[in-house]
């Protein structure tokens, strides 16, 4: 069983940036590909952007051009880096594992934007 920790979040005002962290315990974790997901109360959880593990990277329109993700293999993490955030944003943010068809989650990190 992989186990997924989120870490980073937190309150930012408007405008601002935030960096969320997620580390894994598998000694695999480069063979995995992994994705950011976020949930708003009261909506579904939608996907932000993804880290393949031979590093492609895509992105949902929303997060083009104000979210960077990135992954360190080595220290089994990859990152979101939000700049701009806007109170839309607010949501916890879920990294995603995926392997064959092994999937795991995380416990979410709350992200709130607010002036």
């Known amino acids: 069983q992989v186990q997924l920790v989120e870490s980073g979040g937190g309150m930012v005002q408007p405008g601002g940036s935030l960096k969320v962290a997620c580390t894994s315990s598998s000694a695999s974790f480069s063979v995995y590909n992994m994705k950011w997901y976020r949930q708003a109360p009261g909506k579904p959880r939608e996907l932000v952007g993804s880290?393949?593990?031979?590093?492609?990277?895509n992105y949902s329109d929303f997060a083009k051009g104000r979210f960077t993700v990135s992954r360190d293999n080595a220290k089994r993490t990859i990152y979101l880096q939000m700049n701009s955030l806007q109170p839309e944003d607010t949501a916890v943010y879920y990294c995603n594992s995926v392997f064959r068809a092994f999937s795991y989650w995380g416990q979410g990190t709350q992200v709130t934007v607010s002036a």
């Open positions: 880290i393949d593990s031979d590093g492609s990277i």
